[in-house]
């Protein structure tokens, strides 16, 4: 309900406090500085998926997690084009908190990551050897050792339509014990401690498959696979991996 305008000693209306009230700009909500440099680095993930080849226009996307706060690429706009302020925002239940564009339509599968892992960026493409590989086999064929950096065997969770909980529910089956898996008649999903992890993991994944394809497709010669066992052993060496800190 409006507030009755006061009116003065002589019977005038308070114009004055009307104007102030007319300029006084409108509230905007607070986005802390953490969740600012988390969307610029999620903007440019976004960006390099588009230049690796690894998303087409707009039909991948990514997100990023700080505190129960979800950072997400919004639904149909082209990653050349977000700026600062178009950061998007949800909480764990996918209510929007941030922002004004709608968020990614693949939010369900996003958020099912977080809530059940410990996950603190996803990153989901189309990129077009993992997903001729979804549609030919019901797991990539342990073609590399760089299978071991995501958990094991890469599954292809069973195709359901895009945006939906049945896809969700796929995907997370198919994530049991990984880091990322094959989506089947659409693509990949890789998870991670950070936005650069994330994108790693998808970007091997690519090529794994790109590798499985190319060597599969020789006439009359059949690719040479890893076992289990000699996988195990890779998963144990690349726990000491890397610079020690």
Do not use: F
Not at 102 to 113: C, D, F, Q, Y
């Amino acid at each position: 309900m409006a507030e009755p305008r006061r009116s003065t000693a002589d019977g005038r209306q308070d114009t004055q406090r009307d104007a102030r009230t007319a300029s006084r700009p409108e509230a905007r909500p607070v986005v802390p500085q953490d969740a600012a440099g988390l969307w610029a680095d999620l903007v440019e993930t976004a960006r390099r998926s588009v230049t690796d080849g690894l998303v087409v226009g707009t039909s991948g996307n990514v997100s990023a997690r700080t505190g129960d706060l979800v950072l997400v690429t919004p639904s149909g706009v082209p990653y050349d084009r977000l700026t600062p302020a178009d950061i998007t925002g949800v909480d764990l239940t996918g209510r929007q908190v941030l922002g004004t564009l709608v968020p990614t339509s693949e939010l369900p599968m996003h958020l099912a990551v977080y809530r059940t892992t410990d996950a603190r960026a996803v990153v989901h493409t189309h990129a077009v050897h993992a997903t001729a590989v979804s549609v030919l086999v019901p797991e990539l064929p342990l073609v590399h050792y760089m299978a071991a950096a995501l958990g094991g065997p890469v599954r292809v969770a069973p195709y359901a339509a895009y945006g939906t909980d049945e896809l969700a529910e796929h995907m997370l089956r198919a994530l049991a014990g990984r880091s990322g898996c094959l989506l089947q008649n659409h693509g990949t999903i890789t998870y991670g401690a950070t936005l650069g992890q994330a994108y790693d993991r998808t970007a091997q994944l690519e090529w794994m498959c790109r590798l499985w394809l190319t060597a599969s497709s020789l006439p009359g010669l059949t690719p040479s696979l890893l076992t289990e066992a000699q996988l195990a052993e890779v998963g144990e060496r690349l726990k000491g991996y890397g610079q020690r800190r």
